[in-house]
């Protein structure tokens, strides 16, 4: 039986790359979107065509806004419904701030929205998903506490490097990206005890319709030397950490943040 893996914001950008790679390593899944029908329709396609042969993927669509509690309540109804178990959450959908202003004159509506979808979007999904892996950890035997393998079930939360990173023309994305950070402590310390690992996974500046209109500045960013890793980073590039801990390579390991920015993070002189 494939493992199955529920991803949000899986029809564009990071998301679809962490579908594909987990489409390569033989999951079945949830592709996850909020607007884009047609790119989560190809996204779909693409990791069905992306198995491994003979692996036989399945990958379904589910619609869901993950800021509103009726919507999350259905996604994870729709993964039960279709797949009957859940091995790996990916916590991927995001925001940024439709205009980047001034920390001074930034809106109260913009940072509740993006506390919505950014923050408490992801923390009440993953107690809906924490609560059904728990039951299925008491169920099946296959999800034992000491079996060592995929389905052995783990949650994943895409972050940033602005969780500790200070851009003032969007504070409010920095804020909600801070507090989603804590969500990965919580929820380890939490789940160790039923065998699920929790992840947080940090990326610096990936290319993706995120950050398309501000490519410039950060190609000129970039070669001025930002990362040690002189590039842009790409969804696989995000997408091969999620897969190390989809394929349980990080067995001993909970609530860790892997960072994969470029070496971003470290302090130079
Ligand atoms: P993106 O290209 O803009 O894609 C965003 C994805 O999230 C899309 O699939 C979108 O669905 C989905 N989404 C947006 N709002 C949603 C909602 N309310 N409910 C469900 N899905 C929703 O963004 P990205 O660059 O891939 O970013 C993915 C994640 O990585 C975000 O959490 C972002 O903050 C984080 N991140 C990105 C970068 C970067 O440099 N790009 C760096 C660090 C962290 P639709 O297609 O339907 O709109």
Not at 32 to 44: E, I, K, M, S
Not at 70 to 83: G, H, P, S
């Amino acid at each position: 039986m494939n493992p199955v893996a529920l991803i949000t914001g899986a029809s564009r950008g990071i998301g679809r790359g962490i579908a594909l790679e987990l489409a390569q390593l033989g999951y079945d899944l949830v592709v996850n979107y909020a607007r884009d029908t047609a790119a989560a329709g190809q996204t779909a396609k693409d990791c069905a065509a992306a198995g491994r042969k003979g692996a036989n993927i399945r990958a379904e669509v589910c619609q869901a806004d993950i800021s509103v509690s009726a919507d999350r309540k259905r996604l994870v109804d729709f993964a039960e419904a279709t797949f009957g178990r859940i091995d790996l959450l990916v916590n991927n959908a995001g925001v940024a701030p439709t205009t980047r202003a001034d920390l001074l004159d930034a809106s109260e509506e913009s940072f509740d929205r993006l506390i919505n979808i950014n923050v408490k979007g992801p923390y009440f999904l993953t107690q809906l998903v924490a609560q059904w892996m728990i039951r299925g950890v008491k169920n099946g035997s296959d999800t034992a506490l000491t079996t060592t393998s995929v389905h052995r079930p783990k949650i994943v939360t895409i972050s940033s490097v602005s969780a500790y990173t200070a851009s003032v023309n969007r504070g409010e994305y920095c804020v909600a990206k801070a507090a989603l950070s804590m969500l990965t402590p919580l929820y380890a310390t939490r789940l160790a005890g039923h065998g699920i690992n929790v992840y947080e996974i940090r990326p610096g500046i990936i290319a993706t319709d995120m950050t398309g209109p501000v490519k410039e500045k950060y190609d000129r960013l970039i070669a001025d030397g930002l990362t040690p890793i002189q590039r842009w980073g790409t969804p696989e590039d995000v997408a091969k950490a999620v897969g190390a801990i989809a394929l349980d390579l990080l067995p001993f390991s909970t609530g860790e943040v892997i960072n994969v920015d470029g070496g971003f993070h470290l302090r130079r002189l």
